[in-house]
């Protein structure tokens, strides 16, 4: 019997060393046995030390993707990390205006050494274009006071900087607390009905990379499994977690977050690997 799994879209960059990026996108997504799909904005060329370079593709082609794949298998949930610039920006955020299916915008402007993913003049576009097609933008606090025009220095300022980019037009904004001094893994939800905390446990762990990327991709997936927003954000806040607990020794910086930790801690991997024997014999 054919199955037809709910149909979840990335729309982001590369990362050439599979941690983050559309990589960490589509593993998160088939980790969660939905259907990914992904349109390629940009490719960096990037490892666990930090981002040696990214090129940018041209609007045609980030448009002509889209297109193949909303005009064909249609999406039950998209998601949106680098767009590296204002052209590419003003180009995603017209068609998505178009589809009516959650929209999570990962407002990504610099990578976790602190390498730009975004052109400086990319920003206003992301406020005037990219925020009011989105359901949830997932700012962390770098972006949050940076979309916002608000400093953050403490949680009452991040709750400012939330507030003044729900301004801008998103249904919601998840601002993620990661980076505040006081090491925590609380983020505050913002929607005009209110103010809600998601509490995480902080894991004291160095193999982060792909963090942001990885969790918006899961509240998306958890919207297309029809979810609504606050069970969606709790049950990513759950694999974000265990995902950076497993996390990777891989390279000589920030390893990535290992998306299928359950497989592996189950020992279904090799169980899996092992049921095969050896190609050898069986032939
Ligand atoms: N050490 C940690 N332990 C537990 N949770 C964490 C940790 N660091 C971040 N998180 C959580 O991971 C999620 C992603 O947040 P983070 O602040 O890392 O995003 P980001 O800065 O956009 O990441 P990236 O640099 O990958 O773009 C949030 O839910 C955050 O609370
Ligand atoms: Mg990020």
Wanted: charge should be negative; aromatic fraction near 4%.
């Amino acid at each position: 019997m054919a199955t037809a799994p709910p149909r979840v879209l990335t729309v982001a960059g590369s990362d050439s060393g599979g941690g983050a990026g559309i990589q960490a996108d589509l593993k998160t997504m088939l980790a969660h046995g939905v259907h990914g799909m992904s349109v390629l904005a940009a490719v960096t060329a990037q490892n666990s030390i930090g981002v040696q370079g990214y090129w940018e593709l041209p609007a045609e082609a980030v448009r002509a993707q889209l297109d193949s794949v909303l005009s064909d298998i249609g999406v039950d949930a998209v998601k949106t990390g680098m767009l590296a610039s204002a052209g590419l920006v003003r180009a995603v955020a017209s068609v998505l205006s178009t589809v009516d299916v959650p929209v999570v915008v990962d407002p990504v402007s610099v990578s976790k050494h602190g390498d730009p993913l975004l052109a400086e003049e990319a920003v206003d576009a992301v406020r005037s274009e990219l925020l009011p097609v989105a359901t949830l933008v997932t700012p962390n606090l770098h972006e949050a006071a940076q979309l916002g025009g608000v400093k953050v220095a403490d949680e009452r300022g991040l709750r400012r900087a939330a507030e003044a980019v729900l301004a801008l037009g998103p249904k919601a904004v998840l601002v993620k607390g990661g980076h505040l001094a006081e090491r925590r893994a609380t983020d505050v939800l913002v929607t005009r009905a209110g103010v809600r905390h998601f509490p995480g446990e902080y894991v004291e762990a160095r193999h982060t990379h792909g963090t942001g990327c990885t969790y918006s991709a899961a509240i998306a997936t958890h919207l297309a499994l029809g979810r609504s927003l606050e069970e969606a954000i709790d049950r990513a806040k759950v694999y974000i977690t265990e995902a950076i607990r497993a996390g990777l020794a891989l390279g000589q910086g920030i390893g990535p977050t290992d998306h299928f930790f359950y497989l592996r801690q189950s020992g279904a991997c090799e169980r899996w690997l092992a049921s095969l024997g050896d190609p050898g014999v069986r032939r």
